[in-house]
């Protein structure tokens, strides 16, 4: 498969365990916030969205949380499994750029069995 | 199946020599970009196209060039590759150009050598 990164912040995780992945946003004026899957070979896959106006948002298995003050983004994945194994990327966007997404540098997760 | 098509997925080239990655979408979608992705730096934005006929310089555009003369293919071009332009390019799309749910949808990949 293809590499993603070999400099990556890695978070290894117990199969079974909640994984929590952490991501600082740089603009103040962002108002929507993505994050990404990326697994070996693929391009990144959609996992949930925020817009800045809430400061969390629940998904399957998955929960998004926002702090504005702080520019902090998380992802709380519930349960984990080895199909999460892969690198996740926070992206951020504000409406006068558009549709331009700004992406993180990605975390990996490393599911144990 | 509503997807991004990239080709193709490997390509090994020479220095100067002139390639094209294509790039098409089957989602009737308006917005298209370009990224590189390089070890330690991310997902970069190279082009981005808001509809047909209408291109715009991202992050990192030096070296490329791009066209959208139909709605749904918008072709990279490297007109004379470098070997700084070897990485992992996506192309994505999404349906409009201010900010959507569901963000972008992400081609495979296009894994470029250039030597």
């Known amino acids: 498969g293809e590499s993603v990164g070999l ?9 079974g365990d909640n994984s929590i992945i952490n991501c600082a946003y740089s603009n103040s004026a962002s108002d929507y916030f993505i994050w990404y899957k990326q697994e070996s070979g693929k391009g990144p896959q959609f996992i ?3 817009r800045s106006n809430m400061d969390k948002r629940q998904g399957q298995r998955v929960t998004v949380l926002l702090n504005k003050t702080v520019k902090h983004l998380s992802l709380q994945i519930a349960a984990t499994q080895p199909g999460d194994s892969a690198v996740y990327f926070c992206a ?10 700004t992406f ?7 599911v144990k069995p | 199946e509503a997807q991004v098509t990239q080709n193709p997925r490997y390509l090994i080239t020479v220095t100067g020599k002139k390639l094209t990655v294509t790039c098409s979408q089957n989602m009737n979608h308006e917005y298209m970009s370009w990224y590189r992705q390089d070890p330690g730096l991310g997902l970069r934005q190279i082009y981005y196209s808001m509809n047909v006929e209408v ?3 991202g992050d990192v555009p030096e070296g490329y060039k791009v066209s ?3 709605k749904r293919n918008f072709p990279l071009i490297l007109e004379s590759p470098s070997p700084n332009q070897t990485s992992l390019y996506f192309c994505a799309s999404s349906l409009s150009w201010t900010a959507s749910n569901y963000g972008y949808t992400f081609g ?3 894994r470029l ?3």
């Open chain 2, 68 to 70: 959208r003369k139909e």
């Open chain 1, 92 to 101: 951020e966007s504000f409406k006068a750029a558009g549709n331009k997404l």
């Open chain 2, 55 to 57: 291109t715009d310089k």
């Open chain 2, 113 to 115: 050598t250039v030597v």
């Open chain 1, 104 to 110: 993180g540098g990605g975390t990996r997760v490393l």
């Open chain 1, 48 to 50: 949930i969205d925020i």
């Open chain 2, 108 to 110: 495979s990949g296009t």
């Open chain 1, 7 to 15: 400099h990556l912040p890695t978070l290894s995780v117990q199969e």
